[in-house]
């Protein structure tokens, strides 16, 4: 042990030797650091952000169904005969967090056209409370919650069929009883989506108006969606199915992992650039103590002493380095919580719109504490890479030099 | 335990043709408390001579050994832990290093040797104490001068008590003062503690002060004296 702690403070003496060598390798490291945890957090807080944002509009965190409600192999497919009641829901608590919801595939038929729409029953008092869909109303009104037969279209939709405020539409599709239902609903508003797929394709009523109109009892539903943002755990039911939004958008999920992973390489290459400017420098620091490295083992250390007080100094360096780099990484990205970044100083003022939804552009950085022990063991990877040849080399040499 | 070198030849080899001998059928009997000097111009095979008696360089042909134990069969670490076992070195421009104080430059070989924490503090003590630096152990080498660095190189060499001591033109770089101060500590160091010394020179003031002197020639011993001192 004395042994060890006379290494250790050899090594660490080491890095006092060419002071300033030293400190601009540590600060290299460092910022690379900082950086890459800042980076990691910007990218997975952004994610996030948009995420929260774009699913509180409509899509929610995660859907409550009859356990045969969506086709496992695919759930872009649903049986809308498979429902439930809330008598099914065992905890409580779930109804709070979440709002029902019926759906009712139908054709909708306006002045000059008929299209296939998802009309969608909600409960509009709940629905306020919880998602953002009353935000993306720009023409018109939302849903009274004591109205009847009302409906909300989508912008592009209300274009196609030739319809506008205060219009009616036809619906017809097939109630749950296998009749004919057919309806007609007052137009009192428009969303606006940004103008994607989804503008096309839905529409919104009153939750009773979609029950009368598919001939269900009250109290039973398609869905209950939740919009408990902050929560990614999903809860265990047994009589019920529980589908998150990654799974119902798994394009998005698939995006949000490839900007994750994306950035991972973007570190990846960083980290390798900054390694091969350290080997050089590495390989003259070792150089410079060559002949010393003679005489050390004239006077009876081995290669292995010699090697380990190297390494030993490396990784001190690099301790030092990777503890200032996670600070400068933290500090970083607390600055940026409480000052969110505007995205729009990137797009030019244009709104950012994403899977058909306009996102918000302010992005809030949450440290994400994986970060900070995955990014310093990748950095002391490729330390230990960066020093190897540095050393068989200065190795090699200093047992020739005599 | 008697250091020997039998009839060694040391080739230095740059091409088929091209042969230089560094040590060329050279033969020395090293005993207990010897106090020796190897004497010649740069470039006549002292150092060479040396790195033979060290073992950091291995004969082309003869025989290198050391209480009867031949050095040349080891390996490179081998022969590094007999030199930390047996010997102890100083160097012309000392070699101490600039990060380690005197204390912690002398305390070097004793850890690899993995002395006690106490005896080591022991050793350091006895050692300066030796060298005349006593106050001076926690000055860094940079804050001594040339003739006390040297000291502080003694001291590392003779703390582990090692049977043997090889200097190589120790007092190269010292004036004729300081050098004079030198050779006398070697000369109290063999007197009082029986330590063997061998070293190397081309100062031929110091020659007179030392019991035996070989004289080195185009890698040959050419001719040895005993004086009496």
């Known amino acids: 042990m004395n042994g060890f702690l006379y290494l250790v403070k050899f090594s660490y003496r080491n890095l006092f030797r060419v002071p300033k060598r030293t400190l601009i390798m540590i600060l290299s490291l460092s910022l690379g650091c900082g950086f890459i945890i800042w980076d990691l957090n910007f990218a997975n807080s952004g994610s996030r952000e948009i995420m929260k944002d774009f699913l509180s509009q409509y899509a929610g965190q995660y859907q409550i169904t009859h356990l045969d409600y969506y086709n496992p192999k695919n759930k872009k497919?649903?049986?809308?005969?498979?429902?439930?009641?809330?008598?099914?829901?065992?905890?409580?608590?779930?109804?709070?967090?979440?709002?029902?919801?019926?759906?009712?595939?139908?054709?909708?038929?306006?002045?000059?056209?008929?299209?296939?729409?998802?009309?969608?029953?909600?409960?509009?008092?709940?629905?306020?409370?919880?998602?953002?869909?009353?935000?993306?109303?720009?023409?018109?009104?939302?849903?009274?919650?004591?109205?009847?037969?009302?409906?909300?279209?989508?912008?592009?939709?209300?274009?196609?069929?030739?319809?506008?405020?205060?219009?009616?539409?036809?619906?017809?599709?097939?109630?749950?009883?296998?009749?004919?239902?057919?309806?007609?609903?007052?137009?009192?508003?428009?969303?606006?989506?940004?103008?994607?797929?989804?503008?096309?394709?839905?529409?919104?009523?009153?939750?009773?108006?979609?029950?009368?109109?598919?001939?269900?009892?009250?109290?039973?539903?398609?869905?209950?969606?939740?919009?408990?943002?902050?929560?990614?755990?999903?809860?265990?039911?047994?009589?019920?199915?529980?589908?998150?939004?990654?799974?119902?958008?798994?394009?998005?999920?698939?995006?949000?992992?490839?900007?994750?992973?994306?950035?991972?390489?973007?570190?990846?290459?960083?980290?390798?650039?900054?390694?091969?400017?350290?080997?050089?420098?590495?390989?003259?620091?070792?150089?410079?103590?060559?002949?010393?490295?003679?005489?050390?083992?004239?006077?009876?250390?081995?290669?292995?002493?010699?090697?380990?007080?190297?390494?030993?100094?490396?990784?001190?360096?690099?301790?030092?380095?990777?503890?200032?780099?996670?600070?400068?990484?933290?500090?970083?990205?607390?600055?940026?919580?409480?000052?969110?970044?505007?995205?729009?100083?990137?797009?030019?003022?244009?709104?950012?719109?994403?899977?058909?939804?306009?996102?918000?552009?302010?992005?809030?950085?949450?440290?994400?504490?994986?970060?900070?022990?995955?990014?310093?063991?990748?950095?002391?990877?490729?330390?230990?890479?960066?020093?190897?040849?540095?050393?068989?080399?200065?190795?090699?040499?200093?047992?020739?030099?005599? | 335990m008697q250091f020997e070198l039998s009839n060694v030849d040391k080739v230095y080899t740059s091409s088929e043709e091209i042969k230089v001998f560094g040590a060329k059928g050279v033969s020395i009997k090293i005993a207990e408390a010897d106090f020796l000097a190897l004497v010649g111009p740069s470039g006549s095979g002292k150092t060479t001579i040396l790195n033979l008696i060290a073992g950091l360089i291995i004969p082309t042909s003869g025989q290198l050994k050391h209480g009867g134990k031949e050095i040349t069969s080891m390996s490179l670490e081998e022969r590094t832990q007999h030199r930390l076992d047996y010997m102890g070195f100083v160097f012309q421009d000392y070699q101490l290093l600039p990060i380690l104080t005197a204390e912690e430059n002398i305390e070097f070989p004793l850890q690899l040797k993995g002395f006690s924490k106490k005896e080591i503090k022991e050793r350091i003590n006895w050692s300066l104490k030796q060298v005349g630096l006593e106050n001076l152990g926690k000055r860094f080498p940079n804050q001594l001068s040339g003739g006390q660095q040297q000291r502080v190189s003694i001291a590392r060499a003779i703390a582990g008590r090692p049977q043997l001591i090889l200097a190589d033109e120790p007092t190269a770089n010292l004036d004729s003062k300081t050098a004079q101060e030198i050779i006398e500590l070697f000369l109290k160091l063999n007197k009082e503690f029986k330590l063997t010394f061998v070293f190397s020179t081309h100062d031929q003031r110091l020659i007179d002060q030392v019991r035996t002197v070989l004289y080195v020639q185009d890698g040959q011993i050419s001719e040895s004296r005993v004086h009496n001192v």
């Open chain 1, 77 to 402: 497919e649903f049986n809308f005969y498979k429902t439930f009641s809330d008598d099914e829901l065992v905890d409580k608590e779930l109804i709070k967090l979440s709002t029902p919801r019926v759906n009712a595939p139908v054709f909708l038929s306006g002045s000059r056209k008929t299209l296939g729409v998802l009309l969608t029953g909600l409960m509009v008092e709940k629905e306020k409370r919880l998602s953002t869909l009353y935000k993306a109303i720009t023409v018109g009104k939302f849903l009274d919650p004591n109205g009847n037969k009302e409906i909300i279209l989508g912008k592009k939709l209300s274009q196609r069929l030739n319809v506008n405020i205060g219009d009616e539409v036809a619906a017809i599709g097939q109630a749950i009883d296998g009749s004919i239902a057919n309806d007609l609903f007052k137009i009192v508003g428009l969303l606006d989506f940004g103008g994607g797929d989804l503008e096309e394709s839905l529409a919104f009523t009153q939750l009773k108006s979609a029950q009368e109109f598919l001939s269900l009892p009250p109290m039973i539903y398609h869905q209950r969606v939740s919009f408990d943002m902050d929560s990614e755990a999903l809860p265990i039911l047994t009589k019920l199915g529980v589908s998150s939004w990654d799974e119902l958008l798994p394009e998005i999920g698939i995006s949000i992992k490839f900007i994750d992973r994306f950035t991972w390489i973007v570190s990846f290459i960083i980290v390798m650039v900054v390694s091969l400017g350290l080997s050089n420098t590495l390989m003259i620091t070792f150089f410079e103590r060559e002949h010393e490295f003679t005489s050390l083992n004239i006077i009876g250390a081995k290669t292995n002493w010699i090697t380990a007080s190297l390494m030993i100094e490396v990784f001190l360096m690099g301790t030092i380095a990777l503890i200032l780099g996670t600070s400068i990484g933290y500090a970083a990205t607390s600055f940026f919580n409480s000052h969110p970044i505007n995205l729009e100083i990137f797009t030019g003022g244009k709104p950012i719109i994403m899977g058909g939804i306009t996102i918000a552009p302010h992005i809030r950085l949450y440290a994400v504490p994986k970060y900070f022990w995955q990014v310093p063991l990748m950095i002391y990877f490729f330390l230990t890479l960066t020093m190897i040849y540095p050393l068989i080399r200065v190795i090699s040499r200093s047992k020739n030099a005599i």
